[in-house]
C-alpha cells in the first residue's frame, strides 16, 4: 500500500534520507538556509512557548511571537516573562495582518485545532509569499489534551492544499506503536529518547528496507504508513 501513498503525496517525500524526525529538525534546515538574514517567525499553539529558546540557539535576530488560545493544559505551564512576545485568540483568526510572517512553525498543535481548514486558510493570509509553514501533528496518536482530530498524510497535504500552502516535504517521526506504548504507560522516561532516535517500529522499517535495498523514498512512505506523527514542510504558493 506504500506505493499509493508515493503517488498520493508526489515528489514530498524525500529520498535524502530515512531517518526519523520532530519539527525541531526543518527548524535548522530553514535557519541553515537563511542565517544571514532576520527572521519573523509565528508559533501558532505556542503553548509553553518553548520554542522561542530553540530558534532563538539558532539565530538571535529572530524576532519570534507566540500565539495560543487563552487556556490550555500547555498554556497554564508559561513561564516566559516576556509576555511581549505572546498573543491570545479564539483559535481561528490571527491577530496580525496579512503577509507578515517569513515561517510560521506549529508543534503537535493541529489535532487539537477544532477547525484546521478555517485556521490553514489564516495562517496562509498572514504567511508571506514564498514563505514556509513547518511543524508536525498526529496520525496515529491516542486521546490527549482534549484532542480533536487525527490526519493522515494525504487528508493534511488536501487541508494544506485548500490554503493555498503546497507541501513542499513530509518526514515521518515517532512510529505509532511506541507512541501507543509510550501514552498507555504515561510516557516514562525510558521512552523519551524514541522521539529524538529511531523509535522501534521505525527501526524494523529501516532494517527490512535495507535488507530489501529499497531506496530512501519507500523506506519514507512504509514509516509514514505506521506513524505516529509526521513533520511537514509547506510554502505558500
Known amino acids: 500500500m506504500s506505493h499509493q ?7 514530498a517525500i524525500p529520498n535524502d534520507h530515512s531517518k526519523q524526525v520532530t519539527s525541531n529538525y526543518y527548524i535548522d534546515q530553514l535557519f541553515l538556509r537563511e542565517i544571514d538574514q532576520e527572521i519573523k517567525v509565528l508559533d501558532v499553539g505556542c503553548g509553553n512557548g518553548r520554542s522561542l529558546d530553540v530558534f532563538m540557539a539558532i539565530n538571535k535576530s529572530t524576532n519570534w ?6 487556556d490550555s493544559p500547555e498554556v497554564r505551564l508559561r513561564n516566559i516573562n516576556d509576555d511581549s512576545r505572546f498573543y491570545t485568540f479564539d483559535g481561528i483568526k490571527i491577530p496580525f495582518d496579512d503577509n507578515t510572517f517569513d ?17 490553514l486558510v489564516e495562517v496562509s493570509r498572514v504567511l508571506k509569499e514564498d514563505g514556509y509553514f513547518i511543524g508536525s501533528t498526529s496520525y496515529l496518536e ?20 485548500n490554503a493555498q500552502l503546497r507541501l513542499e516535504e513530509i518526514r515521518p517521526s515517532i512510529d505509532s506503536l511506541a507512541l501507543i506504548t509510550a ?5 516514562p522516561k525510558f521512552t523519551e529518547r524514541w522521539w529524538s532516535h529511531d523509535s522501534p517500529l521505525n527501526k ?14 519507500k523506506i519514507n512512505s512504509i514509516k509514514l504508513m505506521f ?9 505558500k504558493n
Open 183 to 187: 501514552s498507555m504507560f504515561g510516557i
Open 65 to 70: 511571537f507566540g500565539l495560543d488560545i487563552a
Open 142 to 161: 491516542p486521546f490527549h489534551s482534549f484532542s480533536f482530530w487525527n490526519y493522515t498524510p494525504y487528508g493534511f497535504m488536501i487541508l494544506l492544499n
Open 103 to 119: 515561517v510560521i512553525y506549529s508543534n503537535q498543535v493541529f489535532e487539537h485545532v477544532r477547525y484546521p481548514q478555517e485556521l
Open 204 to 217: 524494523i522499517i529501516e532494517v527490512f528496507g535495507t535488507i530489501k535495498k529499497l531506496d530512501k523514498r
Open 227 to 235: 506513524c505516529g506523527q509526521f513533520c511537514f514542510l509547506a510554502k
Open 5 to 11: 501513498l508515493l503517488e498520493l503525496l508526489g515528489g
